[in-house]
């Protein structure tokens, strides 16, 4: 199993939809989770944290599935401006606990 | 504040010469990390420095890259007898060694190798 795996679209969606990825993760040890977004030829920034009961920003949901060991990132009424790569972030706890980036889900938003 | 800063922005290159790229993380930031990226692909791990050691540098594809990172701080990549395909972009990455810190990141180096 891969350390983060994340399907990596793309996603197509209309304006006003409704959209969800999700991150699957194999260290069960993880303790810190991110939500990172990549827009075309620019650095990933934060997108949000996510922690272990949920959290929302805006029209952003994150959650997280300790049994199952997955994230995932719910986007509600999706604008254009949403449009980009969505990068899921663990760290690996017990070895050299560094942060590792899934592939990243590719999201355009439609008109 | 300041964030991370590279530099160069844009590194032009011909195939076999070294290059040195160079990051500044934020202030107070313990743990350093490189990856690289190219067109259209997912980022790419290359090493993690928590201050001046590196636990793990897996991720360096071979023997002509190294990393370096001195006072806690300041980080270099360097790549010796570039070769075409190490053209990417480099980017760097800081943030706090606790449970929670996200990672902070650089504007990246472009490196092209002719």
């Known amino acids: 199993r891969k350390e983060v795996e994340q399907d990596p679209g793309p996603f197509n969606v209309p304006e006003g939809a409704t959209v969800a990825f999700n991150c699957t993760y194999s260290?069960?040890?993880?303790?810190?989770f991110f939500w990172y977004r990549q827009d075309c030829r620019k650095e990933p920034k934060l997108l949000m944290s996510?922690?272990?009961s949920g959290n929302e920003d805006g029209r952003f949901t994150a959650q997280l599935n300790r049994a199952s060991q997955y994230i995932s990132l719910l986007i509600r009424d999706s604008k254009l401006s949403d449009s980009a790569t969505y990068l899921c972030?663990?760290?690996?706890?017990?070895?050299?606990?560094?942060?590792?980036f899934g592939k990243g889900t590719k999201l355009t938003v439609n008109p | 504040g300041a964030g991370v800063s590279q530099s160069p922005s844009n590194k032009v290159t011909e195939k076999g010469k070294d290059v040195e790229l160079r990051c500044d993380p934020i202030?107070?930031?313990?743990?350093l990390y490189w990856y690289r990226q190219s067109l259209g692909q997912g980022l790419e791990f290359l090493i993690y420095?928590?201050?001046?050691?590196?636990?793990?540098k897996s991720g360096l594809p071979s023997d002509r890259f190294s990393a370096e990172r001195t006072g806690g701080s300041v980080s270099t990549l360097t790549i010796q007898r570039t070769q075409q395909e190490d053209s990417a972009v480099y980017l760097c990455?800081?943030?706090?060694?606790?449970?929670?810190?996200?990672?902070?990141f650089g504007n990246g180096t472009r490196l092209t190798v002719t």
């Open positions: 996510v922690y272990s």
């Open positions: 202030s107070g930031h313990t743990a």
């Open positions: 972030v663990v760290n690996m706890r017990g070895g050299s606990e560094k942060l590792v």
């Open positions: 260290n069960s040890a993880s303790q810190s």
């Open positions: 420095f928590q201050g001046n050691s590196a636990p793990d």
């Open positions: 990455a800081s943030s706090f060694h606790r449970e929670g810190s996200p990672l902070h």
